[in-house]
């Protein structure tokens, strides 16, 4: 059978050298814009810079019209954009290039012209151009329309932008993307939702590694973005990575063709590298991230290194697909439970539906923890693979002669699952949910910050590992989630606590308002306190005088005692003294002092 597919592309090969023309060499038009001067901001110094080297790049390929244009304003991007549209209606490849500032608001992408003023998030929709309007200009080629965004940076506005709505989200670079028409593809200089880099030198990475591969002769252009991909990452430290979205078919599309040469001037063809082939094949795949692309790679590469992490790719994708088909069943039974319910239905037929839902609900849970599991997995492999490829570019993995059976367990670096809890850590603290270090251990802490998200986001995330799935969640919220909380005596002011200042007359009370100073209660003086050293030879003294008295007079009453027939006994205390009363006695208790007795009567 593989003899049989490199006969194939042998007698392909044969046809284009000798007898066909070359492969897509139909009409191929492409438009750049760059705007760096912008009127109501600060200017940008590399995408002009960028867009000559672009219109250059694209022209020395051969590109029938090569349309550059820089600082325009919106009408004048309007109108270029008409024309240029024009130009496409029997085009076969239209490419569009934009650099400059790029915004997403409410997950739509808008390109800025130069005299955007954006004072509100709503002028937005007059002042720039929607990235769908661009689409909307290449839309008439035959074979593939390429849009390439050079605008992942920081948006100026945001920081003197008015809100109108305080939920309408604006986010961190462009919005992910997915065109709805077929042979579309749309570059961006960094992932969504992350911003790009504009380099130390007059151009930015992402130019450069565009004008480097994208206009290689008879190379596809989704290899060449994959090699864009690579340069990019090590230029920038793997802080930037550029992505594509949407998708082609089966057949290369290159965006420059294949020369035809004599058979007598044919180069001897250089010698094959399966593992580099496999390698680009696999990268390719992962671009495309979709089910029949890893199935096309196993077919052509069943066995492997590249194949096991194919397999895992695959199961990741098949547990995503469960997990959603289950996630709808579980909202059917929901749904149909509560439709029971509100219709008063029969016990029979709502205990029916409850147990339903209940059963849809597990068989939900079930599999979002199959899904989390197979997407850990799947990175783990796949972060070992970036490793090893980092550490020995040139390399053959060891684990290249492995069996399709064999256990990929081995390829989880003991990094990896670190590196996602710190990843899913780093995004909880954007979105102001976890005030912790990111220090990649998912403690308890983490897993209460993840809580806190899905209470305040209406998420079910699991919140005992530190999943895929979770940062995925998170990453696509674009503005805090969870409320601040301040301690007291602060108050809440945006994303900062400031110390909260009462005026002249007030306190700060007990429920963090201030409150008008209340008159305090006057202090007893120091002569009042029942132990002060200075009163106690006075209270003694007073105490030994009124213990005296009441001796005296208990002596006359003593007296009086036996002549009514009494015991004799005098009882005194601080206030007087007394003849015991008849049948009773004094009993000796010990001790005494101020207001304590240390005498007690006792009656029978």
Known sequence: MRNFFRFCLFLLAAALMFGAGPAFAGKRVALVL???????????????????????????????????????????????????????????????????????????????????????????????????????????????????????????????????????????GLAQVEPTSSNTLIAYSAKAGFTAQDGDGANSPFTIALSKHLTTPGLDVRRAFGFVRDDVLKSTGNKQEPFVYGSLGGEDVPLVPVKAVPAAAAAPAPAVNPQADMRRDYELALQVGNKPAWEAFLAQHPDGFYANLAKLQLDKIQAEQVHAAATEKAKQAEAERDRLAALGAQKDAQAKAAADAKAAEQAQLAAQKAKEQAQQQAAAAEQQRVNLAAAAPSATPASTA???????????????????????????????????????????????????????????????????????????????????????????????????????????????????????????????????????????????????????????????????????????????????????????????????????EVCN
Request: hydrophobic share 35%.
């Open 34 to 172: 760059a705007n760096s001067a912008y009127q109501h901001a600060p200017s940008l110094a590399n995408p002009v810079n960028d867009g000559s080297v672009m219109a250059k790049t694209l022209k020395d390929a051969g590109f029938d019209v090569v349309d550059s244009r820089h600082d325009l304003t919106a009408l004048e991007t309007r109108r270029v954009l008409r024309d240029f549209a024009d130009s496409t209606r029997d085009a076969d490849i239209a490419v569009v290039y934009y650099a400059g500032h790029g915004i997403e608001v409410e997950g739509s992408n808008y390109l800025i012209p130069v005299d955007a003023k954006l004072e509100r998030d709503t002028d937005v929709y007059d002042e720039a151009l929607s990235l769908d309007r661009v689409l909307v200009a290449v839309e008439p080629a035959k074979q593939l329309r390429l849009v390439i965004l050079d605008a992942c940076r920081d948006n100026p506005f945001g920081r003197t932008m008015k809100r109108t709505l305080a939920s309408r989200g604006i986010g961190r």
């Open 402 to 600: 492995s069996p399709a059976g064999a256990n990929v367990a081995s390829l989880t670096p003991s990094t990896a699952p670190a590196d996602l809890s710190r990843s899913v850590q780093n995004e909880l603290g954007r979105v102001g949910c976890f005030s912790g270090q990111a220090d990649g251990n998912w403690s308890a802490s983490s897993q209460r910050s993840l809580s806190q998200f899905n209470r305040y986001a209406g998420t079910r995330l699991d919140v005992k590992v530190a999943s895929t799935d979770a940062l995925d969640t998170v990453k696509s919220k674009q503005s805090r989630v969870c409320p601040l909380v301040c301690d007291h005596g602060f108050k809440a002011d945006g994303d900062k606590c400031t110390k909260i200042v009462c005026g002249d007359g007030t306190v700060l009370n007990d429920d963090n308002e201030c409150e008008k100073q209340r008159a305090g209660k006057p202090t007893k003086p120091a002569t009042a306190k029942r132990d002060d050293g200075s009163e106690r030879p006075a209270r003694q003294r007073r105490q030994s005088g009124g213990t005296a008295a009441g001796a005296a007079g208990g002596i006359a009453a003593a007296g009086a005692g036996r002549a009514s027939g009494g015991s004799g006994q005098i009882f005194c205390n601080d206030l007087l003294c007394r003849p015991v009363q008849r049948g009773c006695h004094l009993v000796y208790r010990g001790g005494g002092g101020p207001h304590v007795d240390a005498n007690a």
